[in-house]
């Protein structure tokens, strides 16, 4: 599984994991910022942006194409961020491999398995008639019917891409992602991380509650956990600065 990738900066690496729906694109702009005290990797994970896009999917399976990449890359040890599904991803390598992480951010995810709230999402992503599409706002048009937020509609529209013969295709591997709903929801076990870990929740957000389960903190023994006011679960886009600034001095404290 070769992922596609992006590079910045010198110093230790740091490897950033998009989310559900999401590309390194996402992160591009704080990566940009972090690289001045580190070399920073944002990767597509598998059915997402240039990467593979493939049938299987899993924490396992993304955990080991997250290895495949340190070797790679002959990066035998990293600090890793993780938003989200990157989170599970990136606590999936930390727990199986924690030789390999020095320390882990993850941001408004946590171990538990979460309750299906994309299924309007992937009924209008499925429903999208992409090949016979002239042009970006009539995708715009056709999501709204069951996604009111425009901001949603912006972020997955940044997942489209023109073809040269006319029409549009995903970036993402939608029905793979659909397919693997169930997987994606997934909890994420495996043996206790030892190593410091920064939980960032956004403080509009349910995905990771205020007093985080005690199975998050039995696994993360050393888990500190910062709130960030009037962020939602999309904490990178809300609150870019205090989030920058608080991944910063984690990981060089």
């Known amino acids: 599984m070769e992922l596609n990738f992006k590079t910045y900066g010198s110093g230790p690496p740091l490897i950033i994991l998009h989310g559900l729906f999401g590309m390194l694109d996402n992160w591009q702009t704080l990566a940009k910022r972090w690289q001045e005290d580190f070399t920073v990797y944002v990767v597509d994970q598998r059915n997402h942006g ?53 320390k882990l951010v993850v941001v408004d ?79 994420v076990e495996g043996n206790n991380y030892e190593g410091p870990s920064l939980f960032v929740r956004g403080g509009l957000s349910n995905y990771l509650p205020e007093a985080p389960a005690p199975e998050l903190l039995e696994k993360f023994p050393n888990a500190n956990l910062v709130t960030i006011p009037e962020a939602g679960h999309w904490v990178h886009a809300d609150k870019p600065e205090e989030l920058f600034q608080t991944v910063r001095d984690f990981l060089l404290k």
Do not use: C
Request: aromatic share 10%.
């Open 109 to 187: 995810m946590g171990t538990e398995k979460n309750t299906p709230v994309h299924e309007e999402i992937f009924d209008s992503l499925l429903t999208l008639p992409i090949n016979s599409l002239e042009k970006r706002s009539e995708a715009d048009a056709h999501l709204a019917k069951l996604i009111e937020n425009p901001g949603t509609r912006q972020f997955l529209m940044k997942n489209l891409s023109r073809n040269p013969g006319g029409g549009f295709r995903w970036k993402m591997n939608v029905e793979s992602l659909y397919e693997n709903y169930a997987e994606i929801l997934a909890g």
């Open 50 to 102: 240039k990467s593979p896009h493939v049938n299987d999917f899993s924490y396992p399976l993304l955990a080991e194409d997250l290895l495949g990449f340190l070797d790679s890359q002959w990066i035998f040890r990293a600090n890793f961020l993780g938003h989200s599904m990157g989170g599970k991803t990136a606590m999936k390598l930390a727990m199986d491999h924690d030789d390999r992480v020095n």
